[in-house]
């Protein structure tokens, strides 16, 4: 067990709607990552948030938005659900420690029909 | 941003032989290397890694090797068993996080 808890492990919703994807990462991290992976794929980097600013991003579209709370948790909201991001969405954080790994949660599985 | 490139994309040994993963990377300021493995469907999980100030590191049939002048850095499994199947992604750090290559899946045949 990584410590970082990833809601819901399944979602499964129709093109056009909205989902929101929750993530906790392990206590006393404060850097959480978010990673799109689609079926035999790599790691496709989203957004990366640090004690709740915006520190990085990557190829995220511009239906997908995200943040991190006061308690650290964070949110993906995906909207205008399109067939194409059926996928499993990881959620990964790190300690403030420089050069840190990245601990990755179970993933959220999203299947848009 | 930092380029991560991984090869082979894919490896097919035969069990018990060794396989090696070969990654270069861009940006002379990475010094922390990890190497995740993923078994299908499940989350990526850090099996081993390594920092600049040393070359070389072993974990039981696992180890690493960086050349930080070369830029590039390798993970070698020796005595290769069926259990070893899966993808196996390099990482490099920059300044906010880890760069990945794409993956190498491997396949042990019995």
């Known amino acids: 067990d990584s410590g970082v808890t990833q809601t819901p492990k399944h979602l499964i919703t129709a093109t056009g709607q909205r989902v929101t994807l929750r993530c906790s990462p392990r206590?006393?991290?404060?850097?959480v990552y978010w990673y799109q992976q689609s079926l035999d794929q790599g790691l496709q980097f989203l957004i990366q948030y640090y004690n709740g600013e915006e520190r990085a991003k990557g190829n995220i579209l511009e239906r997908f938005s995200a943040q991190q709370f006061p308690d650290l948790h964070s949110e993906l909201n995906l909207s205008s659900l399109e067939l194409g991001d059926s996928a499993l969405y990881f959620c990964a954080s790190s300690s403030r420690a420089e050069n840190s790994p990245l601990h990755f949660g179970n993933g959220t599985r999203l299947t848009v029909t | 941003g930092e380029n991560v490139e991984q090869h082979p994309s894919t490896l097919s040994v035969q069990e018990g032989d060794s396989a090696v993963i070969k990654c270069t990377y861009s940006?002379?300021?990475?010094?922390?290397f990890p190497w995740y493995k993923q078994e299908l469907g499940k989350r990526p999980q850090l099996i081993i890694d390594i920092r600049s100030n040393v070359g070389e590191k072993k974990d039981q049939r696992i180890a690493v090797t960086l050349n930080k002048t070369a830029k590039h850095f390798s993970l070698h499994i020796t005595e290769t068993q069926p259990e070893d199947s899966a993808v196996y992604f390099c990482a490099a750090s920059i300044d906010w996080g880890l760069s990945f290559g794409a993956g190498t899946t491997v396949t042990v045949r019995a």
């Open positions: 940006d002379s300021a990475s010094n922390y």
């Open positions: 206590s006393g991290d404060l850097s």
